[in-house]
């Protein structure tokens, strides 16, 4: 079992990079696939980015290809999500969630979640 939290929303400019962290409790974060998904107002949680338990294969939604990274590093505990060239669109609260599936992209195929952590791209 995991718990994961996250770090490192804010505010940015459209253009602009951000970071975001997800430290999970638990001594058995490494086999778990972890993801992030992402939530806009009034809109339903969507995929964003996943990786797979030991890191070597990523996989995205196509809107974030090219602009967001994804990578874990199981020593830490902890998997990230480096955002870069945003867009107005990208507003959203981010979560993170753990899974004990391989490519799973929808949000009933992950266990534990974290709190979430707002992203805001102003334009």
């Known amino acids: 079992q995991v718990q994961p939290l996250e770090s490192g929303g804010g505010l940015v400019q459209a253009g602009g990079s951000l970071r975001l962290s997800c430290a999970a409790s638990g001594r058995t974060f490494s086999i778990y696939t972890m993801a992030w998904f992402r939530q806009a107002p009034g809109k339903e949680r969507e995929f964003v980015a996943l990786?797979?338990?030991?890191?070597?294969?990523?996989y995205y939604t196509n809107s974030v290809k090219g602009r967001f990274t994804i990578s874990r590093d199981n020593a830490k505990n902890t998997v990230y999500l480096q955002l870069n060239s945003l867009k107005p669109e990208d507003t959203a609260v981010y979560y993170c969630a753990a899974g004990r599936l391989g490519i799973a992209t929808m949000s009933n195929e992950y266990d534990y979640w974290g709190q979430g952590t707002q992203v805001t791209v102003s334009s």
């Open positions: 990786i797979s338990r030991s890191g070597a294969s990523t």
